[in-house]
C-alpha cells in the first residue's frame, strides 16, 4: 500500500514536499513514479526514479523545479517541488512498479501496478 501525503495550499513561487510511505513493501525493489491530474486533465507523467540505479527522470514541465527521492530506511519517496506555478494545481499520486522496461516508458501510467490515493496541491497566483 502506498500513502501520499504533504499537499496543500501555497502561493506561486512556494514549496510543498510531497511524501510517499509504502508499507507491505520494499522500495528498494521498486520503480517508482510520481504523477498528477489537474481538473478535466489526463494523469500526466512528473517524475521517476529507477530502483538501484536511482536515475532519475522528469517531465520538461517540472524539471529544474522539481527534485524525485527515495529513503530507503523510512521506505519513502519524496517529491521536493520548488517555484511552484499556478499551473502545477493537481491531485498527485505516487506510484510502483517493477517491470523490467522501466527506462523506456517510464512516462506511462499503463506502466504501474500500484497507486496511492494522492494529495492534492493547490498554487496561488
Not at 103 to 120: F, V
Request: glycine residues 12%; hydrophobic residues 30%.
Amino acid at each position: 500500500q502506498l500513502q501520499a501525503c504533504g499537499g496543500g495550499w501555497v502561493q506561486a513561487g512556494g514549496s510543498l514536499r510531497l511524501s510517499c510511505a509504502a508499507s507491505g513493501r520494499t522500495l528498494y525493489n521498486y520503480h517508482m513514479g510520481w504523477f498528477r491530474q489537474a481538473p478535466g486533465k489526463e494523469r500526466e507523467f512528473v517524475s521517476g526514479i529507477r530502483r538501484s540505479a536511482g536515475t532519475t527522470y522528469y517531465a520538461d514541465t517540472v524539471k529544474g523545479r522539481f527534485t524525485i527521492s527515495r529513503d530507503y530506511a523510512e521506505n519513502t519517496v519524496y517529491l521536493e517541488t520548488n517555484s511552484l506555478k499556478p499551473e502545477d494545481t493537481a491531485v498527485y499520486y505516487c506510484a510502483a512498479t517493477q517491470v523490467a522496461s522501466y527506462s523506456g516508458y517510464y512516462y506511462s501510467p499503463d506502466l504501474y501496478r500500484y497507486w496511492g490515493q494522492g494529495t492534492e496541491v493547490t498554487v496561488s497566483s
